[in-house]
């Protein structure tokens, strides 16, 4: 059995029946483990959870992908449950308080708990120190990304409070989840701030495979045709087959990423991806 892939929660819904959210929530089902990468912004994740039929009081982990309020907002709901069992797993960079720059004024866009929520709601917590965290056989968490792409620049109207000081946001709390499949490697990222070409070429070279598939959000709704254009010539350099792509991608941006790919897939919330 390969990595199955469930949306719960992103900006787009496959069905009627299903919330839709400026957020992503993606559910993947791994041999006999079930991971939860990041909650949305609410908790449509769990709703929609429910009309799939698919319990989350069993998860196994529950992975945060960086401390923006649309990936980690529905962490306090699904923390209600007296029969959870998971655990957390954040980058040790996590808590760096996040806000967007809106012309004169920063904005808050950051986590709506701190560690103290996750000391009283007694959630076993795992920070990995390493930037290849092997989390379970074949699993894999990435962090610690070098910029080396250099047509990926991420807008500057992100900022973090490291160290009582405000700057630039420079995503050291991102991960990315990377599944280890006989075709090649499966990039899972959530919002691809470090830039996805990053990513990829950093699970390329840490872990000595081709990639075979990228999922996730790519963070290139505001990106320029060079940016685009690049990025499609990787995924084609690299001979990637199969992109589901949504969240922060940007239609404009969707179409011509997946048109590099021999296979497009959805990402809206209630689709399934099998990859084999």
Known sequence: MG??????????????????????????????KTILLDTGASDAFLEN????????????????????????????ALCRGDKRRFKLVLNPHFFDKKFVRDQEYLRYIGNDFAEEFLRTANVMTI?????????????????DFAR????????????????????????????????????GLAVVTACGHNGIVNICEAARRRLGRPIYAVIGGFH??????????????YFQEQKIARIA??????????ACLEAAATEA???????????D
């Open 3 to 32: 990595l199955r892939i469930i949306s719960l929660a992103e900006n787009t819904a496959a069905r009627e029946d299903l919330r839709q959210e400026p957020g992503l929530s993606l559910l993947l089902e791994w041999r006999d």
């Open 49 to 76: 959870g429910a009309i799939l039929g698919k319990d989350l009081a069993q998860l196994d982990y529950v992975v945060l992908s960086h401390g923006h309020s649309d990936h980690s907002g529905g962490l306090r």
């Open 127 to 143: 920070f990995p120190l390493k930037d290849t965290f092997q989390l379970e056989e074949g699993v894999y968490i990435l962090s």
């Open 148 to 183: 080396e792409a250099s047509f990926e620049v991420e807008a500057h109207n992100f900022v973090a409070l490291r160290g009582g000081s405000y700057d630039a946001d420079q995503f050291l709390d991102e991960q990315a989840l990377v599944f280890d499949l006989p075709q």
């Open 220 to 233: 290139t709704k505001e990106s320029g045709n060079e940016r685009l254009e690049r990025t499609a010539a």
């Open 245 to 254: 792509c949504g969240h922060c991608t940007g239609d404009r941006a969707k």
């Open 265 to 275: 897939l959805s990402l809206a919330a209630g689709s399934e991806i099998l990859l």
